[in-house]
């Protein structure tokens, strides 16, 4: 008898959260790996809270233009974008963009923004994405995991406690930009919503470049729609906070 994880502790609903917690290291990352799944849920009542963790400032090739003007003007791109999807509030970090995030801080401010706002779901970039370079979304991804997986425990980032924020247990955790995806989400009737997001970050995506970026995603999501009743779909990895701790197979779940 084969011993199935999921049997054990089941994998929860997404569509089943009253409020999301959505992570993202960068302004614009939610928009790519989720977009079309958060329009659909705050469209459907549900309340989305937003955590940028990076300023976006390292986004350029061109010299010419200076961290603080990017990091302004990528901020007004999130902004209208995140209104685009229905995003309720926005809350930001603001640590300088490229690859230096210490660790620690950011698992903090996460737990406390978790203990503060009381999300059902949190929503975070896969740290475990094969291949992945930038250690901002890894640093992002494994910060976002572990608070939702202890953001329960008194003793665990005490120094939130101090400040009168209780323990709180999250429900769910789902991962975007992920290899291993047990979760597909119909996402037909929200895909422009996606793409006039993401037209929001001209910073990143000029016209030719932002072109063969939504052609790529609207592909892949038509990919990820076989077998699911539907025409295009977002996929993500869903798992509870008990599958993030010692089971070898929870990358099956």
Not at 59 to 75: E, F, I, K, M, W
Not at 108 to 132: G, N
Request: with cysteine.
């Amino acid at each position: 008898m084969k011993a199935d994880l999921c049997e054990f502790f089941p994998r929860p609903d997404l569509l089943q959260a009253d409020h999301l917690l959505c992570i993202q290291p960068h302004p614009d990352d939610l928009e790519i790996g989720a977009g079309a799944t958060i329009a659909r849920l705050s469209r459907a009542g549900l309340k989305v809270t937003w955590l940028t963790v990076t300023d976006g400032s390292a986004g350029t090739y061109d010299q010419s233009v200076s961290r603080s003007h990017l990091a302004l003007n990528r901020r007004g791109e999130t902004e209208k974008a995140a209104a685009i999807l229905g995003v309720d509030a926005l809350l930001w970090l603001d640590y300088p963009d490229g690859g230096n995030l210490p660790y620690e801080e950011i698992r903090s401010k996460i737990t406390r923004t978790i203990r503060k706002f009381k999300p059902s779901a949190v929503l975070v970039c896969d740290p475990w994405l094969p291949y992945e370079a930038h250690s901002d979304h890894i640093r992002t991804g494994r910060a976002g995991a572990e608070a939702a997986f202890l953001s329960g425990m008194p003793y665990f980032c005490p120094e939130n406690l101090e400040e009168g924020l209780e323990p709180y247990k999250i429900n769910t955790v789902a991962f975007y930009f992920s290899a291993y995806p047990n979760t597909f989400i119909d996402a037909s009737a929200y895909w422009d919503l996606k793409l006039a997001a993401i037209d929001c970050h001209a910073s990143q995506f000029p016209a030719e470049k932002g072109k063969l970026l939504k052609e790529y995603l609207t592909a892949r999501a038509r990919e990820q729609a076989q077998n699911q009743n539907c025409s295009l779909a977002e996929a993500f990895k869903v798992l509870s906070p008990h599958h993030l701790h010692i089971f070898e197979t929870a990358w099956k779940c």
